[in-house]
């Protein structure tokens, strides 16, 4: 378990076959909500991109925010919509990894910077708690935002998904 949305992008001729806490088989593209644990991605003969987003860029990238993913497995049409299958037909035409990554990543940038952001508050909360691994204090981060503990622990929990403590 990590704290970040899993995002699995299939293009070649294997079927993925993704298991998850939930107890279900899921078979295709799929995004994992935050703490998702157990979820284990297997197949033959498969060929994906795999991505691991913060919770603030899964926000905007994804047009979803990660408490609304909770802990659910979805599929990438879900959230993408027809964006899936088209970055899907180019991941598949790409000769190199290279280029499969650099699709991915023009993908997500350009989604990132069409979507809504989450509060500047909450990512720079969000910074403070990894650049220090989870070592800060929720009343600092409440000092740092102008906030009170409890509007903090609020829009973090609405736009991330993770309150600042479980953060």
Excluded: N
């Excluded at 979820?39 to 603030?56: H, N, T, W």
């Excluded at 909450?122 to 800060?136: D, H, K, L």
């Amino acid at each position: 378990p990590h704290s970040a949305v899993t995002l699995v992008i299939e293009f070649g001729a294997g079927r993925l076959v993704i298991d998850h806490a939930a107890g279900r088989e899921q078979q295709g593209c799929i995004i994992a909500g935050l703490a998702s644990g157990g979820l284990q991605v297997r197949g033959e003969g498969i060929e994906c991109v795999q991505v691991r987003l913060s919770p603030v860029v899964a926000h905007a990238a994804l047009g979803a925010c990660p408490a609304d993913l909770g802990h659910a497995v979805v599929s990438l049409e879900e959230v993408l919509g027809q964006d899936a299958a088209r970055v899907q037909d180019q991941l598949r035409e790409a000769p190199s990894w290279d280029e499969r990554f650099a699709i991915a990543d023009a993908m997500l940038l350009l989604r990132y910077q069409a979507g809504p952001s989450v509060d500047p508050e909450v990512a720079r909360a969000w910074e403070r708690i990894v650049a220090t691994r989870g070592q800060v204090r929720v009343d600092a981060l409440a000092v740092e935002t102008g906030w009170s503990r409890k509007r903090l622990w609020a829009r973090c929990q609405s736009q991330i998904g993770l309150s600042p403590k479980r953060a």
